[in-house]
């Protein structure tokens, strides 16, 4: 699974090259737009360690976590069930 690099913790993303303007695009975008669906409303910037949690909630207890150096944006989840 891909999803961003960000951080649930905004103290976490002080290094993080593109988090004011995801954090941006999360408030203004992607948090309304998935409430409007019903969903979650979690945004783009709803931090690794979300998916992290919610890949545990769903069964995987194998998580490995990537982030690749070409890729300084995304995070890269290889999951596993136990």
């Known amino acids: ?3 961003i690099g960000g951080s649930m913790h905004l103290e976490k993303n002080l290094d993080f ?3 004011s ?3 941006t695009v999360s408030c203004i975008h992607c948090t309304p737009v998935s409430l409007g ?3 979650e409303g979690l945004g783009t910037m709803w931090g690794w360690e979300t998916a992290e949690a919610m890949l545990r909630e769903a069964g ?3 998580i490995e976590r990537h982030v690749l150096p070409h890729d300084p ?3 890269w989840f290889v999951s ?3």
């Open 1 to 3: 699974m891909q999803d």
């Open 21 to 23: 303007l995801l954090y």
């Open 80 to 82: 596993r069930q136990g």
């Open 37 to 39: 669906q019903d969903g």
């Open 60 to 62: 995987f207890a194998e």
């Open 17 to 19: 090259p593109m988090a």
């Open 73 to 75: 944006m995304n995070v």
